[in-house]
């Protein structure tokens, strides 16, 4: 499967910005997703997952109560809508899929290019 993403830019603390991340092929609804973050010097970082159907989801602590992850398989694309942003969210977001059907997988077999969000004033 290929993952294309989009959405990322420029935006304002305490600001919104969703980003999705599209499919390709006809077996989108098999895959667990997930989006990952990493900031210049650092590791990359899981922050929400979602399972095959749209009924599981993870969130690390540090995006719980401000990010929702959610997901459409008629549309073959996954949504990462963020709110209350922070300076410490900027960093470069990747959409990943997984044939697992564990909400978090033990690891992800495909990644997209990544689209750069920027939290600043």
């Known amino acids: 499967v290929q993952l294309q993403a989009s959405g990322g830019g420029l935006v304002q603390p305490r600001g919104s910005l969703s980003v999705s991340c599209a499919a390709s092929g006809d077996t989108f609804s098999t895959y667990a997703m997930g989006w990952f973050r990493q900031a210049p010097g650092k590791e990359r970082q899981l922050v929400a997952a979602?399972?095959?159907?749209?009924?599981?989801?993870y969130y690390a602590d540090s995006v719980k109560g401000r990010f929702t992850i959610s997901r459409d398989n008629a549309k073959n694309t996954v949504y990462l809508h963020m709110n209350s942003l922070k300076a410490e969210d900027t960093a470069v977001y990747y959409c990943?899929?997984?044939?697992?059907?564990?909400?978090?997988?033990?690891?992800?077999?495909?990644w997209g290019q990544g689209t750069q969000v920027t939290v600043s004033s």
């Open positions: 990943t899929a997984s044939l697992s059907t564990l909400v978090v997988p033990p690891g992800y077999d495909y």
């Open positions: 979602i399972n095959y159907s749209g009924r599981s989801t």
